[in-house]
């Protein structure tokens, strides 16, 4: 259990802070960037689900919880000393990409296959759902480029990279099982 009784801490004054085991980094660093847009996918999600209810609220709420395991992921470098650790630090695993996979499954099998790319919005849970994908996308893509630099571990970037195409296929939901959708049409303003 998390326990904290003062918000600021003034360590991070200076522009570093702690990562998950202690070290100070600065916090531009590769890492902190990774898992601080991880925190921003968990923000895009709770203004999502203000337009959610029922099954798509439950998955989303399930999500966030996940995002906040990723960000313990993301925080906590050296996996080889994971062992060495006081406590076991939390990692995401194949059973959580797992559970994606079944779900985008599931929603896709009442979509029609698109024919055309499609555009950010529709309905607000649509639009917002967009948004969602796009900050999950920019969130792989720094955990890739971590994973360049760092040791990652390689189920949080599956994760992230599922966890865009679940919102994609969530927001096509969203627009009246993809009816809704607002298509691309190439070079309507010319």
């Known amino acids: 259990m998390v326990v904290l009784n003062k918000i600021y801490t003034k360590t991070g004054d200076a522009g570093e802070t702690a990562l998950g085991n202690g070290t100070r980094v600065a ?21 999502a689900r203000l337009h959610a209810s029922g099954e798509v609220d439950e998955a989303l709420a399930r999500i966030q919880n996940d995002l906040f395991d990723l960000g313990a ?26 559970r994606l996979e079944t779900e985008i499954d599931v929603m896709n099998e009442n979509l029609e296959p698109l024919r055309s790319f499609i555009l950010p919005g529709g309905s607000a849970l ?33 994760y992230l990279n599922r966890l865009s195409d679940w919102f994609f296929v969530a927001s096509r939901m969203a627009n009246d099982g993809g009816k809704s959708d607002v298509l691309w049409v190439p070079g309507a303003n010319r």
Not at 27 to 32: C, F, N
């Open 27 to 47: 916090k531009h660093s590769a890492r902190v960037n990774a898992y601080g847009t991880v925190d921003e996918v968990n923000s895009t999600v709770g203004l």
């Open 73 to 98: 992921d993301l925080c906590r470098p050296d996996m080889a000393k994971d062992t060495e650790a006081e406590y076991a630090p939390l990692r995401i695993n194949d059973t959580q990409v797992a």
């Open 126 to 158: 649509a639009a917002h759902l967009h948004l969602c994908r796009t900050v999950s996308r920019r969130s792989e893509r720094l955990a890739v480029e971590l994973a360049g630099e760092e040791s990652v571990n390689p189920a949080a970037v599956k």
